[in-house]
């Protein structure tokens, strides 16, 4: 199965010419979604458990595959490695109420860790065990991954951390506490 490169919005660089797609439903899999991360010029990693990760200097995007037959999910998940104390989970809890309102995805939600660090996380889930349209899947996948890149800076933009990204406070290294 090959993705259709007109069918992926513009991201990055443009990709090669291909065949279109299959006309019918198909049930996306792991080589699909490297082929269109490679397409929309993303690197990616195979984390421990087997599932493919896009690395941000700030954040990590997940695609992973749950479920089986036809209860098979697949799902879109960032975790945001700046870690907020948990005296400012209230701030984000308002924060992310107001995304999660005006916004279909990611949906947002945190995530407090035993140090009481507060971490957050986006998701967006498709059900794909019967099939689904490839188009449907490629654009909703773009859109997620959009979608969690522009979360990020939002939150920079309503926390007020512009001076803390110029100012390389924002340099820590990438948690691996997925």
Known sequence: MTIDPSSIPNFGGQPDPQDSGPAG???????LVKQLLEQMELKYVLDDEGDLAAPWEEFR?????????????????????????????????????????????????????????????????????TGVALEHFVSSTVSWVRASIE?????????????????????????DDA
């Open 61 to 129: 995007t997940y695609f992973m595959f749950r479920g089986e037959d036809d209860q098979q999910v697949f799902s879109v998940r960032t975790f945001y490695d700046r870690p907020h104390g948990i005296e400012e989970k209230a701030q984000l809890l308002e924060l992310i109420d107001d995304w999660n309102r005006r916004t279909l995805w990611p949906k947002v939600y945190t995530h407090t860790h035993d140090d009481g660090s507060v971490r957050l996380i986006g998701e967006a889930q498709m059900l794909i065990g």
């Open 25 to 31: 439903p198909v049930v996306p899999d792991q080589d």
């Open 151 to 175: 979360f990020d800076k939002w939150l920079v933009d309503q926390l007020g951390l512009e001076q803390d990204l110029e100012s390389g406070k924002g340099d820590d290294e990438p948690g």
